[in-house]
């Protein structure tokens, strides 16, 4: 199998990446804090305001990533790919228990200049399951903080939170914030897991990635 290094990540994208990855991790120890939980402290007085001031930031440089990838990279990550994808991932999860071997398609086209198959199907999944966790994490999150702008979001709070429980709109939308960044959490690392299977770390530094070609 003949392979060669080609460009993979663009500069936008590495910065973004990163950009990401340090604002999410600022986020989620703010986070924490504010909630007293696992008696973390990082910031103790400020707290609250530097969680909302990085929330923001972490939304804005989500939005400019998420306009990338809709503009760039769609042909890779549309809902039309997500049938494909969950079939990979099924195939994926069989061979993790001892089912047949799942080729990875991910290849290179040197006379077309470009991919055949950029990324790992299940990236698919991944990506519509981070955007959608963000958006619910970022309307949540903005409710709690401005009130007055977000009235509607406390009246589905109080709609729907009698039952599962919730003593008030604010409680159950501060669940629903709480619950969905555990979620992110869970898939993050499952993100980290897969990026170190399928080596791509080094190329989210560098932009650049030695991938097999076709013939």
């Excluded at 963000?134 to 589905?156: E, H, S």
């Amino acid at each position: 199998m003949r392979k060669m290094e080609v460009n993979r990540h663009s500069i936008f994208t590495r910065i973004a990446h990163w950009s990401i990855v340090v604002t999410g991790i600022i986020l989620g120890l703010t986070g924490l804090e504010i909630g007293g939980h696992y008696g973390i402290r990082v910031l103790g007085d400020n707290v609250t305001s530097t969680h909302v001031y990085i929330g923001l930031l972490f939304g804005a440089v989500w939005g400019l990533f998420a306009y990338y990838m809709f503009t760039k990279e769609w042909k890779w990550i549309s809902l039309g790919r997500i049938g494909y994808s969950l079939k990979f991932l099924i195939a994926e999860t069989k061979a993790w228990f001892g089912g047949p071997h799942v080729e990875d398609p991910r290849a290179y086209d040197p006379k077309k200049g470009d991919y055949v198959e950029k990324i790992v199907p299940t990236q698919v999944v991944v990506w519509w399951t981070y955007l959608l966790l963000t958006i619910v994490i970022g309307i949540t999150g903005l409710a709690m903080f401005f009130k007055d702008l977000f009235g509607w979001v406390f009246g589905i709070g109080e709609a729907i939170g009698p039952i599962f429980g919730a003593e008030s709109g604010y409680a159950f939308i501060r669940a629903v914030h709480l619950i969905f960044m555990y979620l992110f959490a869970v898939v993050l690392m499952m993100h980290v897991y897969a990026v170190f299977i399928f080596g791509v770390v080094k190329s989210m530094f560098t932009g650049k990635k030695e991938e097999k070609i076709v013939e």
